[in-house]
């Protein structure tokens, strides 16, 4: 009996040991919660699925797409998203939300902390980019700030993985996100520039690539960060267009010429991998020397002349000819013509170099003193009409101002025009030849006499003459003389009668009238003449009564009385 006592206490414990085991064993298979982030183990590796096994009755399966090409082994730890524990094909699980809920908070602790993330610029947008940062995790990048330079083709920035700050979280919702490439770009830029600032110095040799083009050089990037290959600095010769030594996206050497930390300028050379051409000037070049070289350049004051590469001169438009008026450089030549030039003078620090074409021959006007002494007389042809005058052409170069009085004698030119025509040929004389001022003035009337000169002779201030009226103006009539000489009879003058208006009696003439005039004054320096009516008419009073009392006192000897006079 005892023994059976024995045997029956010991299986009881047994089957209690054995329930404690099995409720163990249930409580170990409990599910995990859904919604939860879970770590799986994989079991196996299809072509269409991971197998994970994540606690559950039984495995969870994930599309291999959700790996994006990297495929895990068996055995390896993978976190997952539980969805579901009882899903149609076993526990529903899914690794991209158990990646957006890491990265979530990944990019929540990055925007608190301002730090970058990464990402990849995926596709155009309204007013800038979608960016995807990973783990069904997209935000939106302003094309403001979206390069550190201005965007030509947004296109060009498509796929493109790269760091961004994060500017702003409106919620925990993932689509308001907005992202910031270009402040980190400049950051970068920033400290590649400062590192080179303290690593390089002035005479150091850079690597570069060909950026961009002005009108007055190129950028350089070197590494996120440029540098200016100036016009001046790309050839110790003339340079006219950047494009002609350096091309875009070509990667060059450069020497490093200047560097101002302050303003983050970086100036870079070409030029001085060679030797500067000024160092031997002296040995080669003196003044008055004769040289030949090529027209680089061609400005409204002059022209650049290339002795070599390197040394330019400038040729003043004033030294271009003795005798013509040079109005444009281009005149005379042409960018790339060969020409002969005497140097002047110089300037080694300044890099200058004074020349002149005209030097080269000599000087006309040295002995234009002896070849046009005044009364010569010269046929030249007429180059330029102005209202003053007319340039007659001596010689080639030489030309001569002829004034609009030194015409006619007689006519009032009012016009050159109405007396000369261009390219016509006229005969002149030399009135003055100014060697020292460059001028020569000419006239046409002083090839013959002055005819001023006979009139004063003939015609003394109290003669009188028939003429002919040739204008009325309001301050008088003009009267041309017999030889052709015309003279003006004063309004005041014109009528006898003082108390008679002009305008009365301007009325009895008409152009074309003869008339008879009293000669008041004449100047023939002037070369004016004034006439008079009035005292034509008093003079004739007078020689009627002077040649009446002759008569009476050859008739009656004392006969005769005023009275009588006054009668007659």
């Known amino acids: 009996m005892e023994e059976m006592e024995v045997e029956m206490e010991d299986s009881l414990n047994s089957k209690s040991s ?88 990944s990019v929540s602790h990055a925007y608190k902390e301002k730090q970058p993330v990464s990402g990849v ?42 760091k961004f700050y994060i500017d702003r979280i409106y919620s925990d919702n993932k689509a308001n996100v907005v992202v910031n490439r270009r402040r980190y770009l400049e950051e970068q830029i920033d400290t590649k520039r400062d590192e080179f600032f303290n690593n390089v110095k002035i005479g150091d040799t850079v690597k570069g690539i ?77 003044v008055n020397d004769i040289i030949k070289g090529k027209v680089t350049k061609l400005t409204d004051f002059g022209a650049f002349i290339e002795l070599e590469e390197g040394i330019e001169g400038l040729v003043h438009i004033s030294e271009f000819s003795w005798t013509k008026k040079i109005n444009k450089p281009s005149d005379m030549l042409n960018v790339g013509d060969e020409v002969e030039a005497m140097i002047l003078g110089y300037d080694i620090q300044a890099g200058r170099v004074s020349l002149g074409i005209k030097q080269i021959s000599a000087n006309p006007w040295d002995s234009i003193g002896e070849k046009y002494p005044a009364g010569t007389k010269v046929n030249g042809k007429v180059v330029k009409i102005t209202n003053a005058g007319a340039f007659i052409q001596l010689e080639e170069g030489i030309d001569g101002f002829l004034h609009a009085d030194d015409i006619s004698w007689t006519k009032k030119v009012k016009h050159p025009g109405s007396e000369l025509e261009v390219d016509k040929n006229v005969e002149v004389v030399v009135l003055e030849c100014d060697v020292e001022g460059r001028r020569i003035k000419v006239g046409i009337k002083q090839l013959t006499d002055n005819p001023w000169k006979q ?31 015309e003279g003006l009879v004063n309004k005041a003058n014109l009528s006898d009668d003082r108390d008679t208006p002009f305008e009365e009696a301007v009325k009895k003439y008409n152009v074309g009238d003869k008339i008879n005039v009293y000669v008041v004054e004449v100047s023939v320096e002037k070369e004016k003449v004034a006439f008079s009516v009035r005292e034509f008419k008093k003079k004739q009073q007078r020689d009627e009564i002077s040649q009446y009392m002759a008569q009476s006192d050859n008739e009656d000897d004392g006969a005769y009385t005023i009275g009588d006079l006054l009668k007659k």
């Open 18 to 105: 054995i329930q404690t085991q099995l409720e163990e064993s249930l409580n170990n298979l409990s599910n995990p919660e859904e919604g939860q982030v879970v770590d799986g183990e994989v079991i196996s590796v299809s072509d269409d699925y991971v197998f994970l096994d994540v606690g559950c009755k039984s495995e969870g399966r994930i599309p291999v797409e959700e790996f994006a090409g990297d495929l895990p082994n068996v055995g390896d730890k993978v976190s997952v998203f539980l969805v579901k524990v009882f899903g149609r094909n076993g526990p529903e699980i899914s690794k991209t939300k158990a990646d957006a809920k890491r990265l979530w908070k």
């Open 121 to 162: 610029i995926s596709k155009i947008v309204k007013g800038g980019y979608d960016v995807n940062l990973g783990g069904d995790i997209h935000a939106f990048l302003p094309i403001s700030q979206s390069d550190s330079q201005k965007v030509e083709k947004a296109e060009s920035l498509i796929g493109i993985k790269s």
């Open 210 to 286: 060909v950026k961009s083009f002005t009108s007055f050089g190129a950028f350089i990037d070197l590494g996120g960060f440029d540098g200016l290959l100036h016009i001046n600095d790309m050839s110790w010769g003339h340079v006219a267009r950047p494009k002609d030594f350096v091309k875009k996206g070509q990667e060059i050497e450069l020497k490093v010429i200047r560097l101002d930390p302050a303003e983050k300028r970086i100036n870079l050379s070409l030029k001085h991998f060679a030797e500067d051409p000024w160092i031997h000037f002296e040995e080669k070049y003196h």
């Open 455 to 485: 009139f004063a002779e003939e015609y003394k201030p109290g003669s009188t003459l028939e003429g002919e009226v040739t204008s009325i103006t309001e301050f008088g009539v003009f009267v041309k003389a017999p030889n052709g000489i």
